[in-house]
């Protein structure tokens, strides 16, 4: 099993954006977290940040084919876009959603997940550890 993980906008900003909420390590923390996590499972992972919309649409479509599952903090356009929702329905693989705040007990606006629409599952509130715990379930699955 072959997992793909997305970070969607200002996660490269980790370290410097609010750390009261998201911590004071960094992005390339997150990653070689998120690298050392899936080698301890046994699970190959490729991890990819961006900030543009259209790009995060594009790697899903790629994924199809390419990947067995998506691991995906869309951040802020979790609760915006509707086009991240539909590619991810379109490639119709396993998806699941991470953050590492807990958006629900957060501002109203960040209330709504689009993405859930999408996700077997959602991981939250655990900062870096919502990563493994959605690695986790993938790898336990696929032990079935
Ligand atoms: C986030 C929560 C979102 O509401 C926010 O826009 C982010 C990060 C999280 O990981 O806690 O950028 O997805």
């Known amino acids: 099993m072959k997992i793909l993980v997305l970070n969607g906008p200002n ?3 980790l370290g410097v954006r609010e750390p009261a909420i998201y911590g004071s ?13 899936a080698e301890e499972l046994g699970v190959p992972v490729e991890v990819r940040q961006s900030n543009h919309e259209g790009e995060l ?7 199809r084919g390419a990947f067995d599952a998506i691991v995906i ?9 509707v086009a991240i ?6 490639v119709a693989l396993p998806v699941v959603e991470v953050h590492l705040s807990d958006p629900m007990t957060r501002e109203p606006f960040r209330h709504v997940s689009y993405v859930s629409f999408a996700a077997e599952a959602t991981f939250k509130g655990r900062g870096f550890e919502s990563y ?9 699955k696929g032990d079935r």
């Open 57 to 63: 649409v594009t790697w899903i479509q790629e994924a």
């Open 85 to 90: 929702l539909d590619a991810l329905k379109a």
């Open 11 to 13: 996660l490269n900003m």
């Open 132 to 140: 493994s715990d959605a690695l986790k379930h993938l790898a336990e």
């Open 25 to 37: 390590r960094t992005y390339s923390d997150l990653e070689a977290f998120i690298k050392c996590a």
């Open 73 to 81: 903090n869309a951040a802020a356009y979790t609760h915006t876009s």
